[in-house]
């Protein structure tokens, strides 16, 4: 991998070793310098949540304790239709609290030189050094470091130091390999034997490094219009149409870079993916919108066009990317299928200049949902009567049991036709 300044910037390791060889932890005493300091080491070592730490945790899982018990309480309140989701969700809530709340009065790891001991809520491993194959997602969370031990039997057991790391423990983890920092490794290696980015290494790591830039560059503008779309999509003809552009426009800069980039999410294909931020996400964001947003008579017959038209986008995508496995293939059609089932409705619903036809509907109930609300109606069209329509809360909280409401029928751009409920007219 290169280093110094020449490093490529997207490498850089979440997680690196600080020793180039592995400790010998056989030779190690009870009290001996460890990395050349000068403070004597001994052992065992003990990591726990004590003081004010644990008075501080063991608070916060209370109050999650109480407030999955308030929510079970006041489920049919919160939720009003759907207690039973309160209920899961309380449930969760008590759940999690109960489990936090034995994880940290009861957890402890031990340090021995040889060895190391970690209890949690399920007993105690012990993890010996020579059983050890590798680390994985050593991270800080919460204030505290979380790390995956691997065993060379395959079981994997996940530790914390309880916001107590030291150099001991340290020096511990680092003298195992660690997984994220060899497939950062392999994703630097890979990126580097690409021809793509030039015909030499030099070449290579100036192309690269240009290409992180400009693709960590356009990226936060695209999060910002997925987040944008996902929760506030207003001026809707002006949000929607621009996220419909941008995976378009990925696949277009996949072709332009020449085997440099890639739709794809992978760290070994040799190219850089900017498939998050100019296709999985506008994808997804698109679907949603079209299943929130559109209401539409009949789904079958968009939704074949959608997976049609997918198809032949993904196999258009697969063309320029090709060297794809099964499930990446697999992945492009499920992706562009509901890029295209939601773009298709976009145009059916927004672009379309018919004027309509109002079929006036007496409420027979309703309900109240979270996101939307529901009328059940009377017959309407080919529909028989007792059937539900989904209805904006603004209006739902106007009418009334008995009340009548116009359900305007369009013939859609595609012509698949699509409705919208709306208070009727007056002499309707």
């Known amino acids: 991998m290169v280093k110094d300044n020449n490093?490529?910037?997207?490498?850089?390791?979440?997680?690196?070793?600080?020793?180039?060889?592995?400790?010998?932890?056989?030779?190690?005493?009870?009290?001996?310098?460890?990395?050349?300091?000068?403070?004597?080491?001994?052992?065992?070592?003990?990591?726990?949540?004590?003081?004010?730490?644990?008075?501080?945790?063991?608070?916060?899982?209370?109050?999650?304790?109480?407030?999955?018990?308030?929510?079970?309480?006041?489920?049919?309140?919160?939720?009003?239709?759907?207690?039973?989701?309160?209920?899961?969700?309380?449930?969760?809530?008590?759940?999690?609290?109960?489990?936090?709340?034995?994880?940290?009065?009861?957890?402890?790891?031990?340090?021995?030189?040889?060895?190391?001991?970690?209890?949690?809520?399920?007993?105690?491993?012990?993890?010996?050094?020579?059983?050890?194959?590798e680390t994985r997602n050593v991270k800080r969370q919460y204030g505290h470091l979380v790390a995956t031990v691997v065993l060379k039997n395959g079981r994997k057991v996940t530790i914390s130091d309880f916001g107590h790391l030291d150099d001991p423990l340290t020096e511990w983890l680092d003298g195992f390999p660690n997984a994220e920092a060899k497939a950062q490794d392999a994703r630097a290696e890979a990126l580097l034997a690409n021809p793509a980015f030039g015909s030499n290494p030099t070449e290579r790591e100036h192309h690269i490094n240009a290409d992180v830039g400009l693709i960590n560059f356009i990226g936060w503008p695209c999060y910002g219009l997925v987040l944008w779309a996902m929760i506030w999509p207003h001026p809707y003809q002006i949000c929607l149409p621009i996220l419909l552009t941008l995976p378009v426009l990925g696949l277009l800069a996949t072709f332009a870079s020449r085997g440099r980039w890639?739709?794809?999410?992978?760290?070994?294909?040799?190219?850089?993916?900017?498939?998050?931020?100019l296709f999985i996400g506008p994808a997804l964001i698109v679907a949603l919108r079209a299943f929130l947003d559109d209401q539409v008579v009949d789904w079958v017959l968009p939704a074949v066009c959608g997976v049609a038209a997918g198809v032949c986008l993904a196999a258009l995508n697969s063309l320029i990317e090709r060297r794809l496995s099964w499930a990446s293939a697999a992945g492009f059609v499920i992706l562009w299928s509901a890029f295209a089932w939601g773009g298709l409705l976009y145009v059916d619903t927004t672009l379309d200049p018919s004027p309509g036809r109002a079929f006036p509907v007496r409420v027979l109930d309703k309900s109240e949902g979270e996101h939307v609300d529901t009328l059940t109606v009377t017959a309407w069209g080919s529909r028989a009567s007792g059937t539900d329509v989904d209805v904006a809360g603004a209006l739902s909280r106007k009418v009334h049991k008995g009340d009548t409401v116009c359900i305007h029928v369009y013939r859609g751009r595609l012509n698949w036709p699509w409705y919208a409920v709306d208070l009727c007219a007056q002499g309707k």
């Open 7 to 133: 490093k490529v910037r997207i490498f850089a390791c979440k997680y690196r070793q600080k020793w180039s060889g592995r400790l010998d932890w056989g030779s190690l005493t009870s009290a001996q310098t460890l990395g050349g300091s000068d403070m004597t080491q001994t052992y065992p070592r003990v990591y726990r949540f004590k003081g004010w730490a644990l008075l501080l945790w063991a608070s916060l899982e209370l109050a999650i304790i109480a407030l999955g018990a308030a929510t079970v309480l006041f489920a049919g309140m919160m939720f009003k239709n759907a207690a039973v989701v309160g209920w899961g969700v309380g449930g969760f809530l008590i759940a999690l609290g109960l489990v936090a709340l034995l994880s940290s009065s009861r957890g402890k790891l031990v340090l021995f030189a040889d060895r190391c001991e970690y209890t949690g809520i399920l007993g105690t491993r012990v993890l010996r050094t020579s059983e050890v194959k």
């Open 262 to 277: 890639t739709m794809l999410e992978s760290e070994t294909n040799g190219r850089l993916s900017i498939g998050i931020r």
